[in-house]
């Protein structure tokens, strides 16, 4: 499946042509090899994003990997979480590609903003991810620097794989050897082969899925898996498959998730989960299955709590409000039912009513200085002389 780098080269005149239908604006990022500009289509005043690479005549190898780059853009895009191609433009030392605008930006800005991502929201972002991945493998590609700087979010936060630039086609039996990365995201059989003369080492798709590994433990966390100053300790704690899930910040990530990163951060490639695979993950399928299978039971307890809501907010002004203790001790004049209670019975007691004072308390002193109702007055003294009689 593998394709020539000779198809499809952009037009050297084309720059003129970039300039005519585009207009540069600011800056959106840097990479190693390039800067990234917004740049406005002159006829439509829509919105893309413009990579701008520059070479000079003697570093042929960057143009390839550029124009390779714009090939395989093109080979997968249309995919919802691949970003989209809309053109690519040469001439002797630029190449622009022009690509849809992902005005959220990365990933890895999003991450250091929050810190660390709910259960809910990784399971999004992460499915994402993988389906992207997925489509790439599908197509035999292999993107090679997965990370949160080259994972963009677009308009309505859905995630988009991005910079391609490192990518490659590998056809069957014919593994890569290079070593491309970004270290702390590198495989450890990439490292493995980068470090050894052995024949036969090599690596391939898997790859990507130690990187998805790397990504879901530092979305969960806030903390990268493997890490170390010195660089050559890093790799060889990724080459041991050495990390831990054991830190306080774990303490609230289930065990599903957890699961699912040591089925991703497995030294054996062969062993490791595909991206097919880790979508059919119960940490995706639970999620799923709850929709579907618990739909009904979630939808009869909403509903039930909110007709017991509607119920309990228009009675409320004819049930007492509730009581704490210590209230009905100190105040019991502040509650409704008792003030009724309390006026209710001082006017029978008194036949007119006692009036709570100027700081909304009941007056104690104004019921001692006030006489008792003449009719239960005799009635007292009738049932005392009569037992006095008897
Ligand atoms: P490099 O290969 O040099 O790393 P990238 O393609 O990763 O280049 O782009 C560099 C940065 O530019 C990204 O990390 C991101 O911040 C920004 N960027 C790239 N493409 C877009 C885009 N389509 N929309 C918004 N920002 C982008
Ligand atoms: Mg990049």
């Known amino acids: 499946m593998a394709f020539d780098i000779d198809d499809e080269l952009p037009d050297r005149e084309s720059a003129r042509q970039f300039y005519q239908k585009y207009d540069p604006k600011e800056v959106l990022g840097k990479g190693l090899s390039s800067v990234v500009r917004k740049c406005v289509e002159k006829g439509t005043g829509k919105e893309y994003a413009c990579k701008i690479m520059e070479f000079n005549d003697d570093n042929d190898e960057t143009r390839d990997a550029t124009l390779r780059e714009i090939q395989i853009l093109k080979l997968v895009g249309g995919h919802p979480n691949i970003i989209d191609i809309i053109a690519s433009f040469e001439t002797p030392n630029y190449v622009f590609i022009v690509m849809e605008l992902c005005p959220h930006g990365e990933l890895f800005d999003y991450l250091t903003k929050v810190v660390r991502l709910s259960e809910k929201r990784t399971r999004q972002i992460m499915s994402s991810i993988l389906a992207g991945v997925q489509h790439l493998h599908s197509y035999h590609v292999v993107h090679r620097d997965l990370k949160p700087e080259n994972i963009l979010m677009d308009s309505t936060m859905n995630v988009k794989i991005t910079d391609l630039g490192f990518a ?26 980068s470090q050894s003369d052995e024949e036969g080492l090599g690596y391939g798709l898997p790859v990507d899925l130690w990187a998805c590994g790397v990504i879901l433990y530092t979305l969960l966390s806030g903390l990268p898996p493997f890490w170390h100053r010195k660089q050559h300790l890093m790799f060889r704690m990724i080459m041991e498959g050495r990390y831990s899930m054991t830190g306080s910040e774990w303490d609230d990530v289930s065990e599903t998730a957890k699961d699912l990163i040591r089925h991703l951060l497995v030294i054996d490639p062969d062993e490791r989960y595909t991206a097919a695979q880790a979508l059919q993950h119960s940490f995706f399928i639970s999620e799923r299955t709850r929709r579907i299978d618990f739909m009904p039971k979630r939808t009869l307890k909403a509903h039930i709590i909110l007709v017991w809501s509607i119920y309990r907010l228009r009675t409320l002004h004819y049930r007492p409000q509730p009581i704490r203790g210590k209230d009905l001790l100190e105040n019991p004049y502040r509650f409704k039912s008792y003030r009724k209670m309390i006026d209710s019975t001082a006017f029978l007691l008194y036949g007119h009513w006692i009036k709570k004072d100027e700081h909304r308390n009941q007056n104690r002193a104004t019921l001692f200085q006030t006489t008792e109702k003449s009719v239960l007055v005799r009635h007292e003294q009738r049932s005392h002389d009569r037992q006095n009689s008897s």
């Open 168 to 193: 490659a086609q590998v056809t069957d039996n014919v593994s890569l050897h290079d070593l491309f990365g970004t270290p702390g995201y590198m495989a450890p059989e990439l490292l493995r082969c």
